[in-house]
Nanobody
C-alpha cells in the first residue's frame, strides 16, 4: 500500500531551524512533483513549495529565502529545510506527491506539527 510518511516536526523558538522529511513507500513506478503544504489553525491549507523530478523548484513568497526544498529520487524522499522560522510559520505541514502506480494520482502524508514560539 502506497504511503507518504513525514517526520521532523516539533517545537522551536523564533529564528530557529527545522528539517522535515517525507518518504514515499509502496509500489511506485515514478514520482513527478513532490511538495509541501501547511495549514494553520482556522486557515485554509496553503502551498509552501514544490520540486519536480527534473529539479525545478517553486516557493511561496512567504517562505522564499528562508525555506529550501530538495529531494532524493533514489530514496523517493522530499525534504524541507526551514530556517529563520517565525511564529506565523506555525502549522501542520503536509507533503504531497504525484505518484504513478502505474497511473498518476496525488497522495498526501498524514501531517507533522511545526510550532514556532516567540
Amino acid at each position: 500500500q502506497l504511503q507518504l510518511v513525514e517526520s521532523g516536526g516539533g517545537l522551536v523558538q523564533a529564528g530557529g531551524s527545522l528539517r522535515l522529511s517525507c518518504a514515499a513507500s509502496g509500489s511506485i513506478f515514478s514520482i513527478n512533483v513532490m511538495g509541501w503544504y501547511r495549514q494553520a489553525p482556522g486557515k485554509e491549507r496553503e502551498w509552501v513549495a514544490d520540486i519536480t523530478s527534473g529539479g525545478s523548484i517553486g516557493y511561496a513568497d512567504s517562505v522564499k529565502g528562508r525555506f529550501t526544498i530538495s529531494r532524493d529520487n533514489a530514496k523517493n524522499t522530499v525534504y524541507l529545510q526551514m530556517n529563520s522560522l517565525k511564529p506565523e510559520d506555525t502549522a501542520v505541514y503536509y507533503c504531497n506527491a504525484d505518484i504513478a502506480t502505474p497511473y498518476y494520482r496525488t497522495y498526501w502524508g498524514q501531517g507533522t506539527q511545526v510550532t514556532v514560539s516567540s
